[in-house]
């Protein structure tokens, strides 16, 4: 099995997901799942007598695959780091009259590139939030996921089945705009991806939520009207306008660096210690 010292630098490609939303900072800023990985990464590294890690996250809310492939993945390639991860499409296959086949072979371009450069390239199936627009999209996803799990028995990569674990499905695992995780969805990725790399199970990522206290009619309605006014309206006028969330962003962390080790980092995360978890007040 690997050691955590093993792996001393990392960098980050995709979206919004990679990105961190809505892994919320009090400065305003996301955290998300490769932050915390590039933290504990780096804590077991020092713990082994390392000298940390290096960490890059080059990843941007809204782009497409083709983005990602034009404005990331060379740049990956280039910083030749321990590891990589790549999680991209889902942005695509949301889209209507998306050419799939197309998405996959733009994502299979970024594959044949990343994975000589690094020694390890992490894809994934990403999580989804059940409900009536998962089920709408679903065979385009399915076509994609399968397609990741057949690009990573080609080339030596490493699939993290967060599609599969039916606790990422749960409304609750899922921030206001329907669309991102909430801190708690993000620590169980990081910690999935942890034990993807062969790294020691630090809690039981895909462990259930406790039974949900359903809310009733009315409030339901109220989150169905705020979600729709908040964020549904929004991505919608961006899709009819050509316009992304992340047009004129930059990455939150261009350059591979040494990553400064964050002074509240917890030993184990939130949903192994039972801390209190933040529940929608109503779900449509």
């Not at 089945?161 to 609750?172: E, F, I, P, T």
């Not at 991102?180 to 969805?185: I, K, M, R, S, V």
């Not at 062969?198 to 009733?216: F, K, N």
Request: glycine share 10%; hydrophobic share 40%.
């Amino acid at each position: 099995m690997q050691t955590p010292a093993t792996y001393s630098s990392l960098v980050a490609v995709g979206d919004s997901f990679t990105e961190g939303m809505s892994d919320l900072l009090p400065d305003g800023s996301y955290r998300g799942w490769a932050d915390l990985l590039a933290a504990r990464l780096a804590a077991a590294s020092r713990e082994a007598g390392g000298e940390g890690v290096r960490y890059a996250n080059l990843a941007v809310r809204g782009k497409l695959i083709r983005q990602i492939s034009d404005e990331q993945v060379d740049a990956a390639a280039a910083m030749r780091p321990d590891v990589i991860t790549l999680v991209g499409g889902l942005n695509d296959v949301l889209r209507p009259g998306c050419d799939v086949a197309a998405v996959c072979e733009v994502l299979e371009s970024c594959v044949q590139r990343l994975a000589p450069a690094c020694d390890r390239l992490v894809l994934m199936r990403s999580p989804i939030r059940r409900g009536p627009v998962a089920t709408r999209f679903l065979p385009r996803m399915v076509e994609l996921f399968d397609f990741v799990e057949s690009l990573a028995a080609a080339h030596g990569a490493v699939v993290v089945d967060l599609y599969g674990a039916q606790v990422l499905g749960d409304a609750r695992m899922w921030a206001e705009d329907r669309l991102h995780l909430t801190a708690e969805g993000h620590e169980r990725v990081a910690e999935a991806v942890w034990q993807a790399l062969g790294l020691p199970e630090q809690a039981e990522w895909t462990s259930p939520l406790p039974p949900e206290v359903r809310a009733g009619w009315a409030a339901r309605r109220v989150s169905d009207l705020r979600f729709t006014r908040a964020h549904l309206l929004p991505w919608i006028g961006r899709r009819l306008t050509g316009r992304s969330s992340g047009d004129g962003r930059s990455p939150k962390r261009a350059e591979l660096l040494p990553y400064d080790l964050p002074g509240d980092l917890p030993s184990t995360p939130s949903y192994a210690r039972g801390a209190a978890r933040t529940v929608p007040s109503g779900e449509g």
